[in-house]
């Protein structure tokens, strides 16, 4: 439902941004937060709990856009990536830090109602400073509220910086004008679709959204456990610290994606970030593959040294002497494999799983397995996830947000970010209810194969559709837009590419 709820909040978000500005859309995004925190946190049943979830939703998918569009538009262009990025690293950053503080509430009484609650805070903080914040000189200016957008730009650029972003930003204005004689109070699709410059803009912008989603994020964080137990560590505590792990790198990931994303650029960010999740993805199916194919088996005289927890499965089946961990494991849900004591990769026993034979098992020193099996390449696994949430990070984790925020013209920068915005939740929607079924239906290996095809698609799409945005005044991204809807070169030497955009400056004065 808070994932439902992000679709219609970025869908309504773009068009808030366009009509009412950039600041007063954050401004209701931090309301909707926290109405949705407390209506949880008070929740008597069930029903509240999902009605609050909606409301997060609706901040979340608002704030997903809004958030890096005001950013970009308030900065400088040298750092204007970094600044974004920035936005990334303090997300990844909070979702580190909301780790650690539901652990410390774990041991409060009401638990959850406190967990749920204490995300009400960072929204009114974030309400009331706010308050103190401009609105984006950008928007201002386009709304034909000249005056007050350059009082800020004042405030935020050098002084020799202001003028060429006020020229440009008239001349931005003025070719809206030209464009079409009215104001821009209506935007259809298909006007959206038949202005080159935005048609170009959105194939990269929502192919990038959908993309960081269709590379499997979320299946891989999902699988992260069983990849743990793969590589045994197979005890219950290890997983909460998991979680904190994965959550660590991803925001070290972001602060890479800080220092790089101005100096070696978008493209190649995202080239490089793709190549290691291609490679991540290799190594976890091939992993997965060996695994289930090479599981150890299941012992009877095992077992029975376990009498009355022999999973029932198991006991009822008529040729046990053929079964295999991972036949264990499938065979239900309350099946759970206790490998031998001398060496995990030999028959082990199939035994209930519940916690009770879970500290039987564990305290004859075996290891305990619920939802992988013990092998001898599980080590590789780990390492297969941890590339993957480092190389994933700092690429494919922010750059699409920051493109997405930079790459439309002025007019339509809301609601094409809307848009893409929307597609990449939804997006999150499909792979998240599709990708357990998937896995049931072809296997865990196979699954991540697909993935790993669908990376390699990324790569393809990202070297000939996605334009390099780095240190382009934003005006000027329209501009390069106009002139080309492929962009093959990317290893360009740093003073080709600057002596061009100079030319670029030269014809606009
Ligand atoms: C686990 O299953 C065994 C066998 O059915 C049972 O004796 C035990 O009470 C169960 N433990 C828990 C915690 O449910």
Not at 137 to 163: N, Q, T, V
Not at 230 to 253: D, E, H, K, Q, Y
Not at 440 to 455: H, N, Y
Request: charged residues 15%.
């Amino acid at each position: 439902m808070a994932v439902a709820g992000a679709i219609i909040g970025a869908a309504i978000g773009g068009w808030l941004n366009d009509r009412y500005g950039r600041r007063s859309t954050i401004l209701i995004a931090d309301f909707l937060f926290f109405i949705g925190a407390v209506v949880m946190a008070s929740a008597p049943g069930p029903p509240l709990l999902i009605v609050g979830r909606v409301f997060v939703g609706l901040g979340v998918g608002m704030a997903s856009m809004t958030s890096p569009l005001y950013i970009s538009e308030a900065s400088p262009a040298k750092i204007r990536g970094a600044l974004v990025s920035t936005n990334g690293f303090l997300i990844t950053g909070g979702q580190f830090l909301s780790y650690l503080i539901n652990l410390a509430f774990t041991k409060a009484p009401g638990t959850w109602r406190w967990m749920l609650g204490v995300a009400g805070i960072p929204a009114l903080l974030q309400f009331i400073l706010m308050m103190l914040l401009p609105e984006s000189p950008r928007w201002l200016f386009h709304k034909g509220r000249e005056e007050e957008a350059k009082a800020i730009m004042r405030k935020i650029y050098p002084a020799d910086e202001i003028e060429s972003e006020i020229i440009a930003l008239k001349e931005s204005v003025e070719t809206e004008l030209q464009q079409k004689g009215s104001n821009t109070d209506k935007i259809s699709i298909t006007k959206l679709l038949k202005t080159k410059t935005v048609r170009r803009g959105l194939i990269a912008g929502v192919g990038l959204q959908v993309f960081q989603q269709f590379v499997g994020i979320n299946t891989v964080m999902y699988y992260s456990p069983t990849i743990v137990q793969l590589a045994g560590f197979a005890s219950n505590r290890t997983a909460l610290l998991l979680s904190l792990v994965t959550a660590g790198l991803n925001a070290l990931g972001s602060i890479v994606s800080i220092y790089f994303i101005d100096r070696t650029g978008r493209k190649k960010l995202l080239v490089i970030s793709l190549f290691g999740v291609v490679i991540s993805l290799g190594l976890l199916s091939a992993v997965f593959h060996e695994t289930t194919s090479h599981s150890p088996m299941v012992s009877l005289q095992e077992t029975s040294h376990f009498e009355d927890f022999t999973c029932p499965d198991y006991g009822e089946a008529i040729n046990g002497r053929a079964w295999n961990c991972m036949k264990c494991l499938k065979a239900s849900p309350d099946c759970g494999f206790c490998a031998s004591a001398t060496d995990k990769l030999l028959p082990g026993a199939c035994l209930i799983s519940n916690d009770t034979v879970k500290d039987t098992c564990h305290q004859e020193s075996r290891l305990w397995y619920t939802r992988g099996c013990p092998s001898k390449y599980g080590w590789l696994a780990l390492i297969g996830l941890a590339l993957y949430i480092i190389f994933f990070s700092p690429g494919m984790g922010t750059v699409p947000w920051i493109v997405n925020s930079e790459i439309y013209p002025l007019r339509f920068r809301g609601v094409c970010g809307g848009i893409a915005a929307t597609a990449n939740w939804i997006s999150n929607l499909i792979v998240a209810q599709s990708f357990l079924s998937l896995t049931q239906a072809i296997g865990t290996s196979w699954t991540f194969l697909i993935f790993g095809v669908i990376s390699v698609v990324a790569l393809l799409f990202v070297l000939v559709c996605v334009p390099e945005t780095k240190g382009l005044p934003i005006e000027e991204v329209e501009k390069m837009l106009e002139m080309r809807g492929l962009h093959f070169r990317f290893w360009e030497k740093r003073n080709a590419r600057s002596s061009s955009s100079q030319q670029e400056k030269g014809q606009s004065a």
